[in-house]
């Protein structure tokens, strides 16, 4: 078994952005293996779901030491995920193998990509409006525990995030991540973030095992992946506690959405357009948000003191 460095170096970019974001394992990496090193589908999907495995603690052991983690969301969500993503892998299992299979998996990918990133500007949308923050979010903070529960909604997105991960590698963080913005609106960004990352570790375990039993997983392409995945979520995750990440969500959703539009079959003239678009009128829509918004924030409060973010 040998070592690919191109792979390694495409571990260690997507690692850093799912340890920065909570998002962008299977979103970024089966479509990276996929186009860039023309990977079998179902192989990708195996390949990246098992190193999602020892790539997603790298980032929540950080959250988990930094107390931005919310533990009882992580056991109700849990206890939809598990269950789902085991069963996810056995329905491909017993899904119809054609021909026509491994189009049928690049359509469902290229969907759970873009609701992904429709997912991030939603989540953008969140941040600036609800907290009154035109740069996306300030400093994390511990975890708060005023935030009340809601167990049977969060049980149900577990299991919908469950079901996709199992079946496309998607979902534990693209859309884990935006809805619990929606339901706990009390929740910071970085907190979601950390809490993300530690019930996708229980997720992406009872994924793991169900492509390995079942799926088409390649020892020699995941070794590769975790050389460079391993160390790129911890360093992500360390940026992402303390700091905004902000512009690394905006390149994320243009990225997503370029995936998604050619994995679903769109000419690749109209997936350049799509995201030269995304690129220029999404600067010009948030820097207009920004300017509003930084400007409400000095009508209210006055000049910032020098050194202190809006929060």
């Known amino acids: 078994m040998s070592?690919?460095?191109?792979?390694?170096?495409?571990?260690?970019?997507?690692?850093?952005?799912?340890?920065?974001?909570?998002?962008?394992?299977?979103?970024?990496?089966?479509?990276?293996?996929?186009?860039?090193?023309?990977?079998?589908?179902?192989?990708?999907?195996?390949?990246?779901?098992?190193?999602?495995?020892?790539?997603?603690?790298?980032?929540?052991?950080?959250?988990?030491?930094?107390?931005?983690?919310?533990?009882?969301?992580?056991?109700?969500?849990?206890?939809?995920?598990?269950?789902?993503?085991?069963?996810?892998?056995?329905?491909?299992?017993?899904?119809?193998?054609?021909?026509?299979?491994?189009?049928?998996?690049?359509?469902?990918?290229?969907?759970?990509?873009?609701?992904?990133?429709?997912?991030?500007?939603?989540?953008?949308?969140?941040?600036?409006?609800?907290?009154?923050?035109?740069?996306?979010?300030?400093?994390?903070?511990?975890?708060?525990?005023?935030?009340?529960?809601?167990?049977?909604?969060?049980?149900?997105?577990?299991?919908?995030?469950?079901?996709?991960?199992?079946m496309t590698s998607v979902g534990a963080g693209s859309i884990v991540i935006v809805i619990l913005l929606l339901m706990y609106p009390a929740l910071k960004a970085s907190q979601v973030v950390g809490t993300d990352l530690v019930q996708a570790v229980p997720l992406v375990a009872a994924a793991s095992l169900g492509h390995l039993l079942y799926g088409d997983f390649s020892l020699g392409l995941t070794t590769s992946l975790l050389v460079g995945a391993v160390p790129g979520a911890w360093f992500g995750a360390r940026v992402s506690s303390r700091a905004p990440g902000g512009i690394i969500r905006r390149a994320l959703a243009i990225l997503l959405l370029a995936s998604g539009l050619r994995l679903v079959g769109v000419p690749v003239g109209w997936v350049v357009a799509a995201a030269v678009a995304a690129l220029v009128l999404g600067n010009l829509l948030w820097a207009a948000v920004r300017k509003r918004m930084t400007a409400g924030v000095d009508t209210r409060r006055g000049p910032l003191p020098v050194g202190e973010e809006p929060s």
Do not use: Y
């Open 3 to 166: 070592i690919d460095p191109a792979l390694v170096l495409g571990g260690l970019l997507v690692g850093f952005v799912v340890g920065l974001t909570g998002m962008g394992g299977g979103a970024l990496m089966t479509p990276m293996l996929v186009f860039v090193f023309k990977v079998d589908p179902l192989m990708a999907v195996s390949s990246d779901v098992v190193a999602s495995l020892f790539m997603k603690p790298a980032g929540a052991v950080v959250h988990l030491r930094r107390r931005t983690v919310n533990l009882r969301l992580v056991g109700w969500l849990c206890l939809g995920s598990v269950p789902a993503a085991f069963s996810g892998v056995l329905l491909l299992r017993v899904l119809p193998l054609g021909d026509g299979f491994d189009d049928a998996v690049k359509v469902v990918l290229g969907a759970a990509l873009l609701i992904a990133s429709a997912g991030l500007v939603v989540r953008a949308v969140l941040q600036m409006t609800r907290r009154h923050s035109p740069l996306g979010e300030g400093p994390a903070e511990p975890s708060s525990p005023d935030v009340v529960v809601r167990p049977l909604p969060t049980v149900a997105l577990g299991a919908v995030a469950g079901l996709l991960v199992g």
